[in-house]
């Protein structure tokens, strides 16, 4: 990946070129490798490494903005010229906010340099180790090992410079049977911190335990929901429910409803890009610095994310969860944080006399977003419990459940948080759950 020193030097030379009122110019690089496996075998190898950038130019009231891939400075003048025509052409202008000056920001330290140079090799390596344990066991093992680094900086002409970087590895698997399958994924900072022999093992055990799955009846269960289903879950607040512009519109369940109970007081939802692993920038997409966030506090519905406009027409301060001076879809938490409580999966299960564990979910779509209803798939290992215990893989059910009824009837959380869903500038912390009155709609043959 390119230097601080070269990056910063690209927005420089943007910045100085350019004749407009107001510049912005931000720049985001990835460097992603991956290796994928089926059937046991490796079938994919890539390594590549994009950066792109933006230039936003403001003529009085007039914006022009491009879009490019390549930082060669021969290129600077000519995308300039285009943002300016494409300001100047502009019918009609339209209110713009002042540039921020420079600010004081604090940066996580999610960047590991040995992460983001592992060779193919090593990566080849630890998907064989995981590989021959399924093939073992007579199983099929497919999945993915990647390693990531992704910086983003953004440069204007008020002087302000704000510059990150993260890196993530990620090891998902696989293992199926055939009738029956088990998943474990894992994402940490450092490749280092993996544990693909225990995944491995996880997915196994799954695939093993939920072989010969048995039908089970729709209607509302108790539901022990592990890490990933949650996230799957949750990740709907984030675009719908704690966006900023809809809840001023009065566009989201939680419109009117500041500190009131929404969820049950066991719950603390927080937005934090600083949990390790999360994969969180400390800046918003405008440069200014990114306020944690109590969302839910005890059950409480305390505080929501805004940018300047949505700060303005709400007549709050500014938590810097901007998406861009230009963006018209609302202010968004990113790194969404549910803080773990103190009861094991273990004791989850032993005090659930007739429910159903879940692993995870797929093809999970919002309904109606103002009652925050859902719909998707279990996937990779759904199983009956009875009596405490863990009796029999069951066939995959189609759910159709309100994410913040889940909330209010959550009757424990998990003493571990795990990290799942990590993307550009966002990702989940989250623990296991147990919720009463889950509503499974349909059932599957599989």
Known sequence: MLTKSRIQQFADKVIKASDADMTTVSIAGEREALTRFSNNEITQNVDSIRYSFTIRCVYGDKVGIVSGTSLEAKNIKGFLETAKQIALNQRTGKRIFPLPEMQKYTIGKGYDKGTEDVLPQKRA??????????????????????????????????????????????????AQTKNSSGWSEDSQTSIKKLNVIKDAETAINKAKMSKNPKSIEPGKYTVILEPAAVADIISFLSYTVFNGLRYAEGRTFLSGKLKE?????????????????????????EGFPKKKLHLIEKGVFKEIPTDRRVAEMLKMENTGHSLGADDEYGPLPLNLHIENGDKSLEKMIDTTKKGILVTQFHYVNILDPMKTLITGMTRNGIFLIEDGKVKQGLKNLRFTQSIMETLMNVDMIGDKTLVQSVGFGGGFSVPAMKVRDFHFTSKTEF
């Open 125 to 174: 390596d630890m998907v064989k180790s995981a590989v021959k344990m399924c093939s073992k066991e007579k199983m099929s093992a497919a999945g993915i090992m990647s390693n990531t680094a992704i910086v983003f900086a953004i440069a204007n002409s008020k002087g302000l410079f704000a510059h990150n970087e993260n890196t993530n590895a990620t090891f998902s698997i696989t």
């Open 261 to 285: 109970r929404v969820a049950d007081a066991k719950v603390n939802l927080y937005d934090d890009a600083f949990i390790e692993g999360i994969g969180g920038i400390p800046f918003d997409m």
